[in-house]
Each structure stands twice: as C-alpha cells, then as structure tokens.
C-alpha cells in the first residue's frame, strides 16, 4: 500500500512528459542528453524537458516551479545532487512534487546517500525514489555518462512507474557492469 504523500505511480512512460531538473552540477546536463535519446528509443517519451535550478544548494524557487507544473509532468527526474547542500536541498524539491501527485525520482550521488535518507525520513518520507550513483561523477567523460544512463534508466523508469517499488531501496553502482 502506498504511503500517504507519496505521488501515484504512472502506468507507463509511453507518451508521457517528463522534466528533468538539472542541479547545475557537472554531467548533468550531459546526462539529460542521454536520457533524451534513450528514453525516446526505449520508453518512447512524448518528451523530456530540461529545467535548470538557479542554485544547487537551495529548493527549486517558486517561479521555477510554477514553469515546471506548466508542462503538466507525468514525472520529474531530480539530477545530480552531489554535495550536502544539494542533498538537503533536492529532498524538499522531491517531497514538493510528490505530494501534487507528480512521481518523482532524485539521482544523487552514493557520498551523501545517508545524509539524503537521513533528511527524507525526518521528513516522514521512510521511500522517496533515488538512484545513488559512485561519487564523484564530476571527472566523467560523455562515453562514461552514457553508459551511466544506459545502466540507470530502467531504475528511472521502474521509480516513476513502480508503486510497490516505493517501498525498495533502489541504487545504482555506477562502475557495476
């Protein structure tokens, strides 16, 4: 059974729309590259529409929020927090599009995976989805973020699409094969 405040689960990525909300940390908008084709080619995605927040270390501001709802997302991938501030910031950003209904998956990285869960479950959000990618993912080629989005999207997808999943621990190892 799903937990209150967490958002329902969409039945399929098939046509849906997506945001992505760059953090403005390195790679990430290389991963949104990725993710654009493979998710076209796999998922097949009406789209995927990048948002870039204006500071990593604090919640999406309201004006950047409201133009994220205008495009009336079927789910919001949250990428890549990769420090303690972001951490404690992509929560809350999460939290926020959850609780309109709007399935949410953070992609962070494995350094601040406890302070991450840590801020989730003060919060009362035990399950908020995440991938937690090998820290750190600055020093990343484009072959190697491909491959990184390559192995990650069918987590992406199970997150946005799974509603028994909200109960797994789901994380990735960026190295694994």
Known sequence: MREAGYAERIEDL????????????????????????????????????????????????GDLHDEILEIDPDGVILAIADCGSCNTSVVPDAISFEELNIPTVQVITDEFLDLNTQVSESQGYAHLPLIALDHPTRYLDDDEVRNIAERIMWTVHTSLTCE????????????AA
């Open 14 to 61: 098939e046509g849906a729309t997506l945001a992505y909300v760059d953090w403005g940390k390195p790679n990430g908008e290389e991963l949104y590259d990725a993710f654009v084709e493979l998710f076209e080619d796999e998922f097949g995605i009406e789209e995927l529409v990048w948002f870039q927040k204006p500071s990593p270390s604090s919640p999406i501001p």
């Open 164 to 175: 028994e999943c909200l109960l797994l621990d789901l994380e990735v190892d960026a190295e």
